[in-house]
């Protein structure tokens, strides 16, 4: 395990790093409070920018599907986007009029069974015309395979001989703020309180309560005794990374997002000091 600090002002929390894989990290926020601990946890979630399919033109469609449900499955494939988002502008500062590359990657798909079998399409017949944002699925190939691809291809839809799938996309750079298509977690939880002292909650039963992973009772404790002054400044987390992003990166840009916004507020709040000083000299 390994620590970072990192400054908020007048507090100093630590941050260390318990488990770190290629799609879930563990970690441990101390000296800060609760509200803090769950404005982060909802950046990362919401307000860390990766890349998703955001247009689809469906030039041959003969599946079973309709074009917005294959064009829903499409938006919703995580795409690898570690080395190229903060390289992309978002498509409303771009200059273009539609799709440059500037602000956006086009993707292809071009798929007909021509075999009595059916014919799985899956995230491993995406075509990009920038291999630095592929199908997260496909970022990782221990060996290639025949036939319908690896298990961990994404399945877009079958086809049946005859049935033809041919679209172009554009994926581009947002947030899920503006739609979860864009969320670079697939699940981001903490926990502040493993043995209860703080009574955050009431056990039905406290013995037939699971303890915490981080619990530091004995074996024949339920639970803490109550600190009736208490608060929580340590919090444990788990994040898991829907594969756009590393785990620590999605953490690292995280903490910048949340520093800017805050820096933010302290530098409107500032102005407004300085312009009640004004107007009251």
Known sequence: SSGINAEYGANQPTIKILELTDENIKFIIEKTDLSMANSLRRVFIAEVCTLAIDWVQIQQNTSVLIDEFLSHRMGLIPLTSDEIVDQLQNFRDCSCVDYCRECSVELTLDVRCNEETPRHVTTRDLISSNLKCIPATSKVR???????????????????????????????????????????????????????????????????????????????????????????????????????LKPESIVLTGIQVLKKKLMDVQNHYTNEIAKEALYIG
Request: aromatic fraction near 12%; charged fraction near 35%; charge should be negative.
């Open 142 to 244: 221990d060996h290639e395979t025949d036939g319908d691809g690896s298990p961990d291809d994404i399945l877009i839809c079958k086809l049946r001989k005859g049935q033809h799938l041919k679209m172009k996309m554009y994926a581009r750079k947002g947030f899920a703020k503006e739609h979860n298509k864009w969320s670079p977690c697939s699940a981001v939880g903490f926990e502040y309180d493993p043995d209860n002292a703080l009574r955050h909650t009431t056990y039905p039963v406290a013995k037939d309560w699971p303890k915490s992973d981080y619990s530091e009772l004995e074996e024949d404790q339920d639970q803490a005794p109550y600190e009736v002054f208490g608060k929580p400044e340590k919090f444990w987390y788990n994040l898991e990374s829907v594969g756009s």
